[in-house]
């Protein structure tokens, strides 16, 4: 079939989507090797002001923030000569937990490695808060010190190699990275991707998109940022009280970009562009576990799925007022990226039936 018959499906399907699970604006990307990207935009960055979305509006991208993390410590690690079974009291001795006397293999037993995939029986974020807006330097620092981390116990022993989601996790590695390389987290991420790669729409400093760092809807939706959405009682679509921005939780969840820069990154990770081939020699798409009620396995922060004899890579990202899907299909070297700007849009849904769309049509 024809670019124009696949455009034609995909528009398609964008806007049945749109309506029906009324979302206040929704985008989605894919690109495969040596073909240009497509890019589609239907609804509003701002629903009440009916701001249209466009093909450059800027996304808050969630826990796809990890992915970036992931790739950037392996990266490290390289270079430094860092084994990813080291274990994060070494790396981070001041990194303390409450210890609980059933467990046989405690926090400092914890490694990179168990961290990565979300194996290392860490618990989870219990409050972002988000309404704080903290742009402080040792936010990062300060978070992963707080009770929040300090008086929590591992959910189990760290052996057991049982899959439990923990953004905790993530930002031990970020302050891992910070240490490491004597940058700033979002410096570090700068260095080795965003300038790199030509991501000029990309940055874990969301803050430095508005004046005076205020992240207020109205300076964001000026600088091209979509504004985050949720519904009332009624179902209608209203403002989120704050923009998910917390500098404390920049490594698990606070990266924004436009679809196009995902698509260069993600396109790059599969070419096993120079950048990216450290990131290889440490097997991150090997399934470490199974995910719990899901089709899925976990491997070093890229979810692993199987359909039809093709294997699919990626991560979803959700927080207040924004959910995100990036899925790589190496097999055929497609990426697909889908945003909305609304609280638990039915993102991964919607990217799968854009994957089927496009290897149907590649099909003779």
């Given at each position: 079939m024809t670019?124009?018959?696949?455009?034609?499906?995909?528009?398609?399907?964008?806007?049945?989507?749109?309506?029906?699970?009324?979302?206040?604006?929704?985008?989605?990307?894919?690109?495969?090797?040596?073909?240009?990207?497509?890019?589609?935009?239907?609804?509003?960055?701002?629903?009440?002001?009916?701001?249209?979305?466009?093909?450059?509006?800027?996304?808050?991208?969630?826990?796809?923030?990890?992915l970036f993390t992931a790739c950037g410590i392996m990266i490290l690690f390289s270079e430094k000569d860092i084994s990813q079974d080291t274990c994060v009291v070494e790396l981070l001795p001041d990194f303390k937990m409450l210890r609980s006397k059933n467990l046989s293999c405690d926090y400092p037993h914890i490694t990179?490695?168990?961290?990565?995939?979300?194996?290392?029986?860490?618990?989870?974020?219990?409050?972002?808060?988000?309404?704080?807006?903290?742009?402080?330097?040792?936010?990062?620092?300060?978070?992963?010190?707080?009770?929040?981390?300090?008086?929590?116990?591992?959910?189990?022993?760290?052996?057991?190699?049982?899959?439990?989601?923990?953004?905790?996790?993530?930002?031990?590695?970020?302050?891992?990275?910070?240490?490491?390389?004597?940058?700033?987290?979002?410096?570090?991420?700068?260095s080795i991707f965003f300038k790199p790669l030509n991501m000029r729409d990309s940055t874990f400093k969301t803050y430095e998109r508005t004046k005076n760092s205020s992240l207020s809807i109205e300076d964001l939706l000026s600088a091209k940022v979509a504004a985050p959405h949720g519904k009332d009682h009624n179902n209608n679509i209203i403002y989120e009280k704050h923009f998910p921005y917390n500098r404390g939780h920049g490594p698990s969840s606070t990266l924004t970009s436009t679809l196009s820069d995902i698509l260069i990154w993600s396109q790059s990770l599969l070419k096993k562009d120079p950048i990216f081939q450290r990131v290889y020699s440490f097997s991150p798409f090997l399934p470490v576990a199974d995910v719990s009620n899901s089709d899925e396995k976990i491997g070093l922060s890229f979810f692993i799925w199987k359909d039809k004899g093709k294997t699919y890579i990626g991560h979803e990202g959700s927080d207040d007022g924004f959910r995100s899907s990036l899925w790589m299909c190496p097999d055929t070297k497609i990426s697909v990226i889908v945003c909305s700007n609304l609280t638990k849009a039915p993102v991964k849904k919607i990217n799968r039936e854009i994957f089927t769309i496009i290897h149907n049509h590649l099909t003779p």
């Open positions: 670019k124009e018959a696949l455009i034609h499906d995909l528009n398609k399907t964008i806007r049945s989507a749109l309506s029906n699970y009324y979302l206040p604006g929704l985008a989605i990307g894919y690109k495969q090797e040596g073909q240009e990207s497509v890019i589609m935009a239907e609804g509003y960055s701002s629903f009440p002001m009916k701001t249209p979305l466009t093909k450059d509006s800027i996304f808050h991208m969630a826990s796809i923030s990890k990179v490695r168990k961290i990565l995939s979300h194996t290392s029986g860490l618990p989870d974020v219990t409050d972002y808060r988000w309404d704080l807006k903290n742009i402080s330097e040792s936010a990062l620092e300060d978070y992963c010190e707080s009770d929040d981390v300090s008086k929590r116990t591992l959910l189990w022993s760290c052996d057991e190699n049982k899959f439990s989601y923990s953004n905790i996790g993530y930002e031990l590695l970020g302050l891992i990275i910070q240490k490491v390389s004597n940058l700033s987290f979002e410096d570090y991420m700068d």
